[in-house]
């Protein structure tokens, strides 16, 4: 069983920059697309960003496109996200994602191609 742990949320006024970690408890971690969402208060989960195995493939949101990157490091077991220029609208609870191998590939954007979960860390944007 993977295990998933977020941190780097926080409070921060727009315009602002943040770094999330997502630490995984496992090797299997390093053949694992890797995946963050998002979750705003009354909205359905959205899909942020994934990146493939190698970090060779990385997909982004319209809407965090050029103000977002996302990175791992495999040999720490460790899945990141930078998020630059942040908005309001940025405000939500941030899930990092595994998928399994040999599992439904349901594609990167999906919540259904993802079978491991954080338990989230909170972005906070002030205007």
């Known amino acids: 069983q993977v295990q998933l742990v977020e941190s780097g949320g926080g409070l921060v006024q727009a315009g602002g920059s943040l770094r999330l970690s997502c630490a995984a408890s496992?090797?299997?971690?390093?053949?694992?697309?890797m995946g963050w969402f998002r979750q705003a208060p009354g909205k359905e989960r959205e899909f942020v960003s994934a990146?493939?195995?190698?970090?060779?493939?990385?997909y982004y949101a319209d809407s965090v496109k050029g103000r977002f990157t996302a990175s791992r490091d495999n040999a720490k077991n460790t899945l990141y996200l930078q998020m630059n220029s942040l908005k309001p609208e940025d405000t939500a609870v941030y899930y990092c994602?595994?998928?399994?191998?040999?599992?439904?590939?349901?594609?990167?954007?999906?919540?259904?191609?993802?079978?491991?979960w954080g338990q989230g860390t909170q972005v906070t944007v002030s205007s």
């Open positions: 994602a595994a998928t399994k191998y040999g599992s439904r590939w349901s594609g990167p954007y999906s919540t259904r191609s993802y079978e491991y």
């Open positions: 496992e090797r299997t971690f390093s053949s694992s697309t």
């Open positions: 990146i493939n195995w190698t970090g060779g493939s990385i």
